[in-house]
């Protein structure tokens, strides 16, 4: 089975995790005395990394929500989103409200079939909003997750045209009642962090968590024994505007 | 050459000409500057009269009082609620806590560590008010305290939260 995600497929790093796992536990191989050899492929969603350690770039975290599952009119992704990130606000106009996930309705019109599926951040490869951001504070973290630095977003918006999805929200009001976790304030550009907060602590995103349908799958797309590889290798999903050519880590199943 | 010597002699004939009055008015500069030279010495006098009476008020009036305990200085009052179990030494956390914060949100932020010892919430989990739990609110609240009394903007708590152990609520979609 090949990995995913091409560009870091290395057949290197199946013998350093393998040499890794043989030291159990420790993380690192003994080449010679006093000579590590780190194993830096490894990494798993149940897993925190270690205090101190950076994010890896052998690992790509991904998303694999599966369309058939979304129940209609469900919205508990939406409420533990909310819950966990601290989304508060209610300002008088709705249009101004954050909104790092949202529910969207597909319609066949030949036939009226409809379908369910929430729409983030879909943390892509090549993102746009990284591209275009006049001051570097749209980021891609090494292992996948695309992020805003509030230290330096001034608020340009430039993003929130670029990004093909309609992901981003901007900050218009004073915020007080945030997560500790999640800073977020007035004036900055905000999205989906694939709960990055949770995902180095080893948990699962709020949304994926709270799912009552277990239609979304949490994962790292570059470690072919994760569960969201192995069920990408073997059915059928889709990036959505997969001719944009952005290789998104949020991947959709029967849409 | 010709022309140039008329000009001139052209110049120095017409001049008392052209100010006939320069007599007159230079006598009416001397009067004015002597009418003055006359009032000057009770002027003088008057203004000397008045900053002594100045200063005296201010050598009998009693000495600026000034807040804090015993020093000339105003000191900050600081409520600590946990004292004494800082990452490094107060006066090492008074003049590099900002740099220490800077460095640590960006290698959090952008390389994903975590658990580095400078942290915001590692900060509050000590310093915040035990009467607000917050390090805002007020000037005796940590970080508001230094930062009204020295006047720097502080601005990290517009996006983070000031509270310790605050949980957030979530709104419906």
């Known amino acids: 089975m090949t990995a995913p995600q091409i560009p870091d497929s290395n057949p290197r790093r199946a013998f350093i995790a393998a040499a890794g796992a043989g030291v159990a536990g420790l993380g690192f191989t003994v080449i010679a005395p006093g000579l590590h050899l780190m194993a830096v492929g490894q990494a798993n969603a149940a897993e925190a990394r270690k205090a101190g350690t950076v994010a890896s770039p052998a690992v790509r975290w991904g998303l694999l929500i599966d369309a058939n599952k979304c129940a209609p009119g469900c919205t508990k992704c939406i409420d533990a989103c909310h819950t966990e990130n601290g989304i508060s606000e209610k300002l008088p106009d709705a249009r101004q409200n954050s909104q790092w996930i949202r529910k969207i309705e597909l319609v066949d019109r030949r036939n009226g079939r409809k379908t369910e599926l929430p729409m983030m951040c879909q943390h892509c490869a090549n993102p746009p909003c990284v591209d275009v951001c006049p001051t570097g504070a749209s980021m891609k973290r090494a292992d996948g997750i695309v992020l805003v630095d509030r230290h330096t977003c001034i608020g340009c918006r430039y993003c929130m045209m670029a990004c093909p999805y309609k992901a981003r929200s901007f900050v218009h009001a004073p915020l007080t009642q945030q997560n500790p976790e999640v800073p977020r304030g007035q004036g900055c550009v905000e999205s989906c962090t694939l709960c990055v907060h949770r995902v180095d602590k080893g948990q699962q995103p709020a949304c994926v968590e709270s799912c009552p349908e277990g239609a979304m799958t949490f994962g790292d797309l570059n470690d072919p024994a994760s569960a969201i590889a192995k069920r990408i290798a073997s059915v059928p999903t889709t990036q959505v505007r997969a001719d944009l050519r952005l290789n998104q880590g949020v991947r959709y199943e029967g849409i | ?173």
């Open chain 2, 1 to 173: 050459m010709k022309l140039l010597r008329d000009q001139s002699a052209a110049l120095r004939t017409r001049s008392p000409v052209a100010y006939p009055g320069g007599m007159a008015r230079g006598s009416l500069r001397r009067a004015l500057h002597l009418g003055l030279l006359a009032t000057l010495p009770e002027r003088v006098t008057d203004f000397v009269k008045f900053v002594l009476v100045v200063f005296a008020a201010i050598a009998v009036s009693p000495a600026p009082t000034f807040a804090g305990e015993g020093g000339r200085t105003a000191k900050p009052v600081i409520e600590i609620a946990n004292p004494g179990k800082c990452i490094a030494p107060a006066e090492e956390m008074r003049r590099n806590h900002m740099e220490m914060l800077k460095h640590q949100r960006d290698r959090t932020l952008r390389q994903g560590v975590r658990g580095e010892p400078a942290s915001l919430n590692a900060c509050i989990e000590c310093h915040a008010s035990k009467k607000t739990g917050s390090v805002l609110g007020g000037n005796e609240n940590f970080c508001q305290s230094c930062h009204s009394y020295a006047a720097v903007k502080l601005d990290c708590w517009d996006c983070h939260q000031p509270k310790a152990g605050f949980k957030a609520t979530g709104v419906k979609p």
